[in-house]
C-alpha cells in the first residue's frame, strides 16, 4: 500500500478527518522529541484490526504532521504482525534504502517483525547507520477510541519531564538499597549496587539513539532482589497486556520469581513464563526480574497497553525476562512488564521525594 492507496483507505474507514484533527500534537513530537531538520524520515505502520485502528491513525497523524513542516517523509506500511513473525520485505527494503543520519518512527500494533538481514536489534541496526527513531508498540488491543490516551499522554511538557526524571536518577543513582511497599501487599528490598540509571524522557535528538513514546519512565536492571510483588495495575503476557481484575503475586528470591499466585490473571502469566521456558536457549532466564521501573508521566494512566501504563506517575513496574539492551546482562526472549499502583518507594531507608 502507497501513500495515495493508505489516504484513500483512511478516508473509506472514517478515520481520515480524525488523522488530520490530531496531526497538531504531533508536530510537537517532531520537534521536541526528534528535532527533525532536513533528514530523512521514515514512517513504518500497519493497518491494525477492525475497531482497534490506533497504529494506524498514529502513523497517519504523524504523516500529516511531517507534510506540515514540510519535511521529507516517507511512508510504509504492513498488516500487523507479532513478534515472532517476520516484517514485510518492503519494511526492510525501506530500512537499508536510507541514508544514515535519517529518522524512524514506527507505530505498531503488535511489533515490528523479525527482520533477519537487518539484525536481531533494531537499536544496534540505528546505532550502525547513525540514525534516530522513536516506536510506539504493541498498541493492538486498544479501541480507536483510546487513541486519546495516547494524544494526552504524549502532550507532557518534555524539557520539565527530563528535568525531574534527571534528579530522580541521580537520586537513584547515589543510594545503595531501595525499598518498594504498597497497601496492595508488595514488599521489595532492591540491591542498588552499580547500577546504571535510564530514562524514556522524549528526547531522542540524536542520531544513533532512540526509544519508545509516551514518554515518562525512569528504569533500570537491578542488582538483586528479593520480596513479593503484588500487580495490581496491568499485566503483559504472552496473549498482550490487560487491566488486572484479580491480583497477581510474585515470591521473588535472589532476582528470580519462585512462586506465582493468584486467579486467572496469575494462571496464564505463569503458562506464558511456562510456554517461553520451552522455546528459550537457557530457560531460567525467562523467570528474572529484568527491570525495575517507575512512572513519570503526569498524562498518562492506566489503559491496559504497557507502552502507556508503564509511564503513568504514581505506579512502578518490574519487568521479567531480557534487561540486555539496557545494560543488564540477561538475554533471553521475552520482557514482560508488571505494572503495580501507588509504591511506596525508599532509599536507604529514607522516602523517596518527587518534584512533581
Not at 103 to 120: D, E, F, P, R
Not at 146 to 162: E, F, P, R, T
Not at 189 to 210: E, P, Q, R, V, W
Not at 307 to 326: M, P, Q
Request: glycine share 8%.
Amino acid at each position: 500500500m502507497d501513500e495515495k492507496e493508505f489516504l484513500n483507505w483512511l478516508k473509506e474507514e472514517n478515520l481520515l478527518v480524525l488523522a488530520k484533527k490530531y496531526s497538531k500534537n504531533f508536530i510537537n513530537v517532531l520537534k521536541q522529541c526528534l528535532d527533525v531538520k532536513n533528514e530523512k524520515v521514515l514512517l513504518i505502520g500497519d493497518l491494525g484490526y477492525p475497531t482497534r485502528r490506533v497504529a494506524p491513525l498514529i502513523t497517519a497523524a504523524h504523516y500529516f504532521a511531517a507534510k506540515e513542516l514540510n519535511l521529507n517523509v516517507d511512508l510504509v506500511l504492513q498488516e500487523p504482525k507479532r513478534g515472532s513473525e517476520k516484517a514485510d520485505i518492503n519494511i526492510i527494503k525501506s530500512l537499508f534504502n536510507l541514508p544514515s543520519k535519517s529518522t524512524i518512527i514506527i507505530n505498531a500494533s503488535g511489533k515490528l517483525g523479525s527482520m533477519n538481514h537487518v539484525g536481531k536489534s533494531f537499536r544496534k541496526f540505528c546505532k550502525a547507520h547513525n540514525n534516530k527513531f522513536i516506536s510506539t508498540t504493541s498498541i493492538g488491543s486498544m479501541d480507536t477510541f483510546m487513541i486519546n490516551s495516547i494524544i494526552k499522554a504524549l502532550s507532557v511538557d518534555y524539557h520539565g519531564l527530563q528535568k525531574e526524571d534527571s534528579i530522580l536518577k541521580t537520586k537513584i543513582s547515589l543510594a545503595k538499597t531501595m525499598t518498594i511497599q504498597t497497601r496492595a501487599g508488595t514488599d521489595l528490598k532492591i540491591d542498588l549496587t552499580g547500577i546504571k540509571m535510564h530514562s524514556a524522557d522524549g528526547d531522542y535528538t540524536d542520531f544513533g539513539k532512540g526509544g519508545n513514546l509516551p514518554a515518562g519512565e525512569v528504569y533500570f536492571a537491578p542488582n538483586n532482589i528479593n520480596g513479593k510483588l503484588v500487580i495490581d495495575g496491568s499485566t503483559r503476557n504472552m496473549e498482550g497486556t490487560v487491566l488486572i481484575q484479580k491480583p497477581i503475586t510474585l515470591i521473588i528470591q535472589d532476582g528470580k520469581i519462585v512462586s506465582i499466585q493468584g486467579d486467572e490473571e496469575a494462571k496464564l502469566l505463569e503458562k506464558s513464563l511456562k510456554a517461553a521456558e520451552k522455546r528459550a536457549k537457557y530457560p531460567e532466564r525467562v523467570w528474572i526480574i529484568g527491570e525495575v521501573g517507575i512512572g513519570t508521566n503526569l498524562k498518562a494512566q492506566l489503559v491496559g497497553s504497557t507502552i502507556i501504563d508503564e509511564k503513568a506517575y504514581g505506579t512502578a513496574h518490574l519487568g521479567i525476562g531480557s534487561n540486555y539492551w539496557f545494560g543488564g546482562n540477561n538475554r533471553t526472549i521475552i520482557h514482560y512488564d508488571q505494572v503495580f499502583k501507588s509504591p511506596r518507594i525508599k532509599l536507604d531507608g529514607k522516602p523517596l521525594r518527587f518534584n512533581f
